[in-house]
């Protein structure tokens, strides 16, 4: 019963609220601890004070991926589906910073259209600190327009799947969706108005000095390019050098190569020259003996 929708409650985007959160992520939910503990008979008013309790906000996390208090809380909203006016109050409250971002995330679950843009984007000038568990447990700083940031613009956020959201500017021409205004735009127009209202006065010697280091520069510019001509023309004649080296030595052991070839032609000559010396010895003995 526990973990039951309430009988009362509507779909949201032709489901039940539940379902807007994966079955894998509502059984990790299921089995926490806070969820067990402080979760139950919650309802719009008394998830105040346990928002008002929270040290972070996150999906699940860990080893075994445990669910975090804020998405506990998450899913008891859609279980017990509050009023619209209640989520907008904790929205607009700025008291309460943790509350204040589990509204917004429950509006861009269940909002539709303009109205999620409407509700969220006033958090883009909300500058405060949140603290954000990781998956893997740690703990980083981030600040609540971010968070803003991510509810508007990303597809899936502390392991939830977001519904689709139209894009501002077909909003804007199909829904009325007024134009979005940042707070720091008044400050860029005031500067740029009193840059614009400035006396444009230059001076000439200025110009001046600012023409000849021009030339300058490209003095010393032409000049440290002729010194890399000037390099490169060394650099190739010294590679000329070395090939013609190479070559000489090349020419060197070729003929190094002809002169041990005419080495063995001249010892295969002394070799036949005495063949032929032994060759008549032999026939004279003969002769003598005979």
């Not at 939830?160 to 969706?177: F, H, I, N, S, Y």
């Not at 230059?202 to 600012?210: A, I, Q, T, Y």
């Not at 003095?219 to 050098?241: A, D, G, P, Q, S």
Request: with cysteine.
């Amino acid at each position: 019963m526990a973990n039951r929708t309430a009988k009362d409650a509507q779909n949201i985007h032709g489901t039940n609220p539940q379902f807007l959160v994966s079955k894998i992520i509502r059984l990790k939910i299921y089995q926490a601890r806070f969820w067990k503990e402080n979760c139950f008979a919650l309802t719009a008013d008394t998830i105040v004070d346990e928002a008002a309790n929270l040290q972070y906000i996150g999906g699940t996390y860990g080893g075994n991926r445990k669910a975090s208090p804020f998405l506990c809380l998450i899913l008891k909203l859609l279980q017990i589906q509050p009023e619209k006016e209640v989520i907008v109050e904790y929205i607009k409250q700025e008291e309460l910073k943790y509350l204040r971002a589990l509204g917004a995330f429950y509006m861009r679950l269940t909002g539709v259209g303009a109205e999620v843009y409407n509700y969220i984007e006033p958090l883009l000038n909300d500058y405060r600190k949140l603290r954000t568990r990781l998956p893997d447990g740690k703990i980083v700083l981030t600040h609540i327009d971010e968070f803003a940031d991510a509810c508007l613009t990303q597809f899936n956020l502390l392991d939830v799947d977001l519904p689709p959201l139209q894009k501002r500017e077909v909003l804007e021409e199909t829904a009325g969706l007024d134009p979005r205004v940042s707070v720091l735009e008044d400050d860029l127009l005031i500067e740029s108005e009193e840059e614009e209202e400035e006396p444009k006065k230059e001076d000439k010697k200025e110009k001046e000095k600012e023409r000849e280091k021009e030339k300058e520069r490209e003095r010393e510019n032409e000049k440290e390019r002729e010194r890399e001509r000037e390099r490169e023309k060394e650099n190739e004649r010294e590679k000329e050098k070395q090939r013609e080296k190479e070559r000489e030595k090349e020419r060197e052991r070729e003929r190094e190569k002809q002169k041990e070839k005419e080495r063995d032609r001249d010892r295969v000559r002394q070799r036949q020259k005495g063949r032929e010396r032994r060759k008549k010895r032999k026939r004279k003995r003969k002769k003598t003996d005979t």
